[in-house]
Nanobody, 124 residues
Framework: QVQLVESGGGLVQAGDSLRLSCVASEGTLNPYYMAWFRQGPGKEREFVGGINWSGNKDTYADSVKGRFTISRDNTKNTVWLQMDVIQADDTAVYYC?????????????????WGQGTQVIVSS
């Protein structure tokens, strides 16, 4: 059992920056692949970015490439999503998830654990 807790969301203006955090308050992130997903109003949950256990490989959805950066510190059981140049379309509830290293990166059904989500609202 892994309990994930996101934080850092809030109300921002277009062009601002945010850093979201995901902490394993119970259990450990070892050996999971970690990812951020988001779900906007009326939309399905979509992949945002993911990072492998060692932290040397990350991947992103085309919509956030060059703007968002995912990172992790396994000694702190924490994963971050640095959001820069935030756009109105980034408005969503952001979730972190954990999956086995051998799973599918972008399929939310492959993830074993989820946080409760943190809301990001962007005013344009």
């Amino acid at each position: 059992q892994v309990q994930l807790v996101e934080s850092g969301g809030g109300l921002v203006q277009a062009g601002d920056s945010l850093r979201l955090s995901c902490v394993a308050s119970e259990g450990t992130l070892n050996p999971y692949y970690m990812a951020w997903f988001r779900q906007g109003p009326g939309k399905e949950r979509e992949f945002v970015g993911g990072i492998n256990w060692s932290g040397n490989k990350d991947t992103y959805a085309d919509s956030v490439k060059g703007r968002f950066t995912i990172s992790r510190d396994n000694t702190k059981n924490t994963v971050w999503l640095q959001m820069d140049v935030i756009q109105a379309d980034d408005t969503a509830v952001y979730y972190c998830g954990a999956r086995d290293p051998w799973g599918s990166a972008q399929d939310p059904n492959e993830y074993k654990y989820w946080g409760q989500g943190t809301q990001v609202i962007v005013s344009s």
